[in-house]
């Protein structure tokens, strides 16, 4: 009697060993994680001063502002929508924040006007782009240059400065035994709602099923275009708030703070994995984005390399970031279609017996 073969895998009852997914190493919010760390340690050792607490308060200041924009940005993005306004957005609450302290307003009362109209701006642009039906990245081009020529009637060429040193120094300032400024830990805070709103809640799964496809999400009981009318309202609520901080740091009210800063917003979501047609990214891949680009700004400011190659080099990120998925898209695309086909083909008959020979057996 032939003895059966022993069991080689894990006995009844045993857990079975985990098998390490490198599959996740290949998720580009990941990939960028990496670069982060990698570009953080190739500064440190080449760069002095670099990772100093100091510089490190420094550059985090320096992008408090497009991370408090980038995160409802972020939640646009994932539903298939785009706000490019907030810059402008940005520059219109800088110059009512000046005008009014200039007509004697306490800063008390100017900060809940300046967010209503964040909010109102953001209200526009949602009504735009949910009643009248027009593509959000046409509505918020023409709402740009609205938002920016309103800050240039509102201010002018002048500039409002002497801000209340409260203010300016909370701005400035770090966390008590840390070189995190309070923007950054005000953005952390933020941050940390938005992941859970956006990953752990079914708001955040009815923006990735509108980004994904719209139409199925509206007939699928969604409120899509309610959902897409408060997400513009936030985008512009903080793109406000964003404004009043950029002003108490920089303390100077200009009609043209921020100018071209939605780009880098922009640039910061997209080179953390979140897909431009919506439906797919993470919170986490878009933070890392901010930080890489941020990071790389501080760094190239530390070794003298002018604002000019600066802006080209978030440029060719913004490209890189848009154009890179879609290569691994298209090349993940055509290896399953060969695949398929390949599987599919029809398996050949079996070699017909030569004559005279009998196929019968026994």
Known sequence: MAMAPEPTGPA?????????????????????????????????????????????????????????????????????????????????????????????????????????????????????????????????????????????????????????????????EDVPGTFVP?????????????????????????????GSQEDAAFFAGIRVRRIKLVLFAVSGLFAA?????????????????????EMVVIASVLLGGVDFNGGRGTLGGAVAGLLLIGILKNLLTLNDVTNEVQVIVTGLLLVLSVLTPRLVESVTTRRQSRALRAGDAPTPPPPSPRPGLSTRTG
């Open 241 to 261: 708030f964003a404004g009043i901080v950029y002003t108490l740091r920089y303390g100077s009210a200009r009609a043209d703070n921020g100018l071209g800063l």
């Open 182 to 210: 309070y923007p950054i830990a005000l953005f952390a805070v933020v941050a940390v709602v938005t992941a859970v709103v956006l990953h752990a809640t079914g708001v955040g799964r009815s923006l990735y099923a509108i």
């Open 12 to 172: 009844a009852g045993e857990a079975a060993p985990i098998a390490f997914e490198w599959s996740r190493l290949l998720r580009w919010d990941v990939a960028v994680g990496i670069l982060l760390v990698a570009v953080f340690a190739t500064g440190a050792g080449s760069t002095s001063d670099f990772a100093s607490s100091s510089n490190l308060s420094f550059a985090l200041n320096d992008i408090a502002e497009v991370g408090l924009i980038a995160l409802p940005m972020t939640l646009l993005v994932v539903a298939g929508q785009i706000d490019l306004s907030v810059a402008s957005m940005l520059g219109l609450a800088s110059s009512l924040v000046g005008q009014l302290w200039d007509a004697g307003w306490t800063f008390e009362t100017i900060v809940p006007v300046v967010l209503v109209v964040g909010v109102l701006g953001g209200l526009l642009n949602g009504w735009l782009v949910t009643s009248v039906g027009l593509p959000s990245l046409a509505v918020t081009i023409g709402t740009l240059t609205l938002f920016r020529g309103l800050a240039s009637v509102v201010l002018g060429t002048e500039a409002v400065t002497q801000f209340p040193a409260t203010y300016t120094d909370w701005v400035r």
